[in-house]
């Protein structure tokens, strides 16, 4: 299955890099004035779900762009064909293709791939995680201001969700520096790499991060919701961190929750 999800991104990462500056119609989602999507997000996703079903014709997909289909199997893949579509729309080149894998609801393993960088990060439940074939390990930074974080911010940040704009402040004051790349599951992935020290979002969408949980978890980083629980798709919040930093950006959260 981590061989088919392999060959699936790689495949879409192809064909949004050979799109990139060539995009037709920009549509608005959910009403949302910044919320974007193109007809490049759904290609992608139709080429990854072909893939997948041409291998696993019966497994379950939840996918963006609307390639949501229960099936009877206990698989289900969690597609975000395009996470960065902002980025993409303006040739900004840090986006990813990000597909997870679960057993009876159950994360079981993960590919994100940067298609720019050539990147290709993926991870098996207990076998480690992986980038272009190298394994990977968070890093060992264990204060605050010797980190560098990374977040994000939802489509609907001007109603300041969950105190979003409180926690960007606070962190900006007590760590070493604050990133905003625009695609989560890369975020997730450069926790895991040990890149990035920590990373917080909220309202995240199953997903955005479905494979990066499992490649942080598999590089030996933590990932809970903003009370320090298992994360999981119905709880969006989402911290991940190399786990030594997890209680103390936990306690900046709860200051302002
Ligand atoms: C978005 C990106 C972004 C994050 C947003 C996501 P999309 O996904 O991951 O970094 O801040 O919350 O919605 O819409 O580009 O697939
Ligand atoms: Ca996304
Ligand atoms: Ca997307």
Redesign the pocket.
Known sequence: MIQTAIEASREAGAYLVSHLGKIKTIER?KGQET???TEI?KESERMIVSRIHASYPEHAILG?EGGRLDTDSEYCWVI?????????THSFPI?SVSIGIQHRGKLIGGVVFDPIADELFSAEEGSGSFLNGTRLHVSETDTLINSLLV?????NVRENPFNVVQHFQQFLMEAQGVR????????LCYVAAGRLDGYW?????P??KAAGIVIVQEAGGTVTDFHGKPTNFQNPNTLASNGKIHSLMLAVIEKSL
């Open positions: 989602k919320n974007l999507v997000d963006e975000d064909p395009l996470d960065g579509t902002t980025n993409y986006f977040t994000g911010f939802p489509y905003r790349l625009g695609s989560a599951a890369l975020d979002e909220v309202t995240l969408q997903w955005d």
